[in-house]
């Protein structure tokens, strides 16, 4: 049983909103929905300070407003749905999984670190997951939720900078941060380790500027590779090289990461995979990928060659209808790497 359709006549007039009170739902519970009082909301001015939120704004977009000009990617509201998808899409790929270091069930890390956490909806997830745990996320933006659960907190921070915290932790994260750092390596990879108590685990879940396809069909000069390439040389321009996921493997092992393990996942660039698994992903990731197309161009494109918006944006044209179009077999290769900081006098091959 759904509604009571008397409710639905009594309240129907042009306009006039149904009390909801007066429908029978079919919820298992017959009584109202409890809310979580153990979320907890954080005031947005509790320790914010106003120049954290005066984003600056170009070409219609929002960026972040500290250490402005650093990553130059939006922030607003479109930017921040995008992200609030992608998570999940990802999650999907690695079949609901949102870390593959052996992490234990049982006796969890205490403290685990989220780098440029974004929308903050793995630290959230991992809160859930493990709710002994104190989980901290960081970003230069603070466009993270206000009700989170008791053991997440979020900070403003340049990871990028030297690092201050006073406990160790035991886990440390990253998700699609590729184009983030001058040096993913000394900024963060190397930062993690010094983190890191003996036996931690520092595991990056990146992607690469690249675009696969096994069967010919994505042309190496059409306008999907050519934006590629245009997008890692400008990156590279900019000292945000967007090249990460393939270098990661030896970059855990030169900072001194053992147990190093790499996992790499093709996710579909739309529709084209047989397979209703893939079919779906390759779907989310082509229109998540689609909208987030005039955020990853916009500023790096225009600051790297001078391009106007207008021609930009004219040329994503092309792009987008290569990208979703399903004769073109393409995917995009990401790179689970995690290891481990050995333990204090353990001899490391
Ligand atoms: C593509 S988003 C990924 C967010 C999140 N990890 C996820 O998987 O959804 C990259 C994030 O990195 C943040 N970021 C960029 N440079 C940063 C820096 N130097 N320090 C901290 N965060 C940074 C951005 O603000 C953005 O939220």
Redesign the pocket.
């Known amino acids: 049983m759904g509604v009571a359709p008397n409710s639905l006549r009594r309240h129907g007039e042009l306009n006039a909103l149904p009390d909801l009170r007066d429908f029978q739902f079919t919820f298992e519970f017959q009584n109202a929905i409890e809310p979580d009082i153990s979320m907890r909301v954080v005031d947005d001015d509790e320790s914010l300070s106003d120049s954290v939120l005066d984003y600056p704004e170009e070409f219609g977009r929002t960026y972040?407003a500290y250490?402005a000009g650093?990553?130059v990617?939006p922030?607003d509201l479109t930017e921040q749905e995008r992200?609030a998808l992608?998570?999940p899409i990802?999650k999907k790929l690695f079949d609901d999984r949102l870390y593959f270091a052996p992490l234990s069930r049982s006796n969890p890390p205490q403290f685990i670190l989220?780098?440029?956490?974004?929308?903050g909806?793995?630290a959230v997830e991992m809160g859930d997951l493990f709710p002994s745990s104190r989980i901290v996320g960081?970003?230069?933006?603070p466009?993270q939720p206000s009700m989170v659960p008791p053991n997440v907190e979020f900070y403003v921070?340049?990871?990028?900078e030297p690092w201050n915290y006073t406990d160790k932790f035991g886990y440390i994260h990253?998700?699609?941060?590729a184009g983030?750092?001058g040096s993913f390596e000394t900024e963060i990879a190397q930062q993690a380790f010094d983190a890191l108590e003996p036996g931690g685990w520092f595991e990056a879940q990146e992607t690469e500027a690249v675009f696969g396809c096994d069967d010919g069909t994505l042309d190496p000069n059409g306008p999907m590779c050519t934006w590629f390439h245009e997008m890692r040389m400008a990156s590279e321009k900019l000292n945000r090289p967007a090249i990460l996921g393939s270098n990661l493997k030896e970059i855990f092992e030169r900072v001194g990461f053992v147990d190093v393990e790499q996992l790499v996942f093709r996710m579909p660039l739309n529709a084209w995979p047989r397979d209703e698994r893939l079919k779906d992903l390759g779907w989310m990731w082509g229109q998540n990928f689609s909208q987030g197309l005039n955020g990853f161009s916009i500023q790096l494109l225009n600051r790297a060659y001078g391009r106007s918006q207008h021609e930009i944006e004219l040329s994503l044209v092309r792009v987008r209808e290569e990208l979703l179009n399903p004769h073109v077999h393409a995917y995009m290769p990401i790179f689970v790497v995690f290891g481990r900081k050995p333990f204090d006098g353990e001899i490391v091959e």
């Open positions: 972040h250490h650093s990553y990617y922030n992200l992608q998570g990802i989220d780098i440029a956490t974004g929308v909806d793995w960081t970003d230069l933006s466009i921070e340049d990871s990028s990253t998700r699609l941060t983030c750092w």
